[in-house]
C-alpha cells in the first residue's frame, strides 16, 4: 500500500540525548514536512523540504534538525538543545506541482522525555 | 507563523444532533482545508475550498469558504459515534509562487465527543 510510514510509533528519551524519528513515503511525492503537535494547539512546521539535498527551516526549528538524500526518507533529530521535546511528530508529504488539496500525513509519532 | 481562531474548542452532543464550528483570520487565505484527526493518529483531509463563497458536501459534511476570504465553516449533520476526534482547519495563504505547502497554517482543533 502506498503511504507514509513513521517509526517509532513511541519513543523515550533521556535529558541530554538526541534521537532520530524516522519517515518514509513511497507517494513519490517530492516534498515533505515535519510538524509538531501539542495538547491544545494546531500543527507547527518545524521543517520541510522540496527536493532533494535541500530544506528549510519551518516556524520552530531550534532544537531539531533534519536531512533529505534520498527522495523517499526525510528523517528528522530531536537534539538535547530542544527545551521542550515531549509532543506528538508528524510526518507529511505532497506532490510538488499539484493541488494543496494533495498532502497527505504520517500515522505520527508519541516523543516522551523521561 | 500565525494560528488560526478555531471555535469551539470542544463539543459535547447526543448521537444525531448537527454540528458546526468555525475558523477565523486576520488574514485573507487564498485556500481553505477541514482534516480530521482521531487520537494517535495523523490528521486526514475531508474538504477543500478554493474559492470565496464556495460551499462544499462531503457525505454528511458541509463546508464553506466565507465571502470575506478571511473565514470557513464545516457542519455535520446527523452526527453518528464514528464522527469523534479533533477537527482542524488549515490555511494557505495567497502565494506568488505555485508551491506554498509551507505556509500553511492550522487552528487549534474542535474536539467532538458524542454522548451515549
Known amino acids: 500500500d502506498g503511504g507514509i510510514t513513521q517509526s517509532p510509533k513511541y519513543l523515550f528519551r533521556k535529558e541530554g540525548q538526541n534521537v532520530t524519528l524516522s519517515c518514509e513515503q513511497n507517494l513519490n511525492h517530492d516534498a515533505m514536512y515535519w510538524y509538531r503537535q501539542d495538547p491544545g494547539q494546531g500543527l507547527r512546521l518545524i521543517y520541510y523540504?522540496?527536493?532533494?539535498?535541500?530544506?528549510q527551516k519551518g516556524d520552530i526549528a531550534e532544537g531539531y534538525s533534519v536531512s533529505r538524500e534520498k527522495k523517499e526518507s526525510f528523517p528528522l533529530t530531536v537534539t538535547s538543545a530542544q527545551k521542550n521535546p515531549t509532543a506528538f511528530y508528524l510526518c507529511?508529504?505532497?506532490?510538488?506541482?499539484?493541488?494543496?488539496?494533495?498532502?497527505?500525513f504520517g500515522e505520527g509519532s508519541w516523543l516522551t522525555v523521561v | 507563523g500565525q494560528q488560526l481562531n478555531q471555535s469551539p474548542q470542544s463539543m459535547f452532543i447526543q448521537e444525531g444532533e448537527d454540528v458546526s464550528m468555525n475558523c477565523t483570520s486576520s488574514s485573507i487565505f487564498n485556500t481553505w482545508l477541514w482534516y480530521k484527526q482521531e487520537p494517535g493518529e495523523g490528521p486526514v483531509l475531508l474538504i477543500a475550498?478554493?474559492?470565496?463563497?464556495e460551499l462544499t458536501s462531503n457525505g454528511r459534511l458541509t463546508a464553506q469558504f466565507g465571502i470575506t476570504r478571511k473565514d470557513s465553516f464545516l457542519n455535520i449533520s446527523a452526527s453518528i459515534p464514528s464522527d469523534v476526534g479533533i477537527y482542524f482547519c488549515a490555511g494557505q495563504p495567497l502565494t506568488i509562487s505555485n508551491f506554498g505547502n509551507e505556509k500553511l497554517t492550522f487552528g487549534t482543533g474542535t474536539r467532538l465527543t458524542i454522548i451515549p
Open positions: 523540504s522540496q527536493i532533494v539535498n535541500d530544506f
Open positions: 507529511a508529504s505532497s506532490p510538488r506541482d499539484r493541488e494543496l488539496d494533495t498532502i497527505y
Open positions: 475550498l478554493y474559492k470565496a463563497g
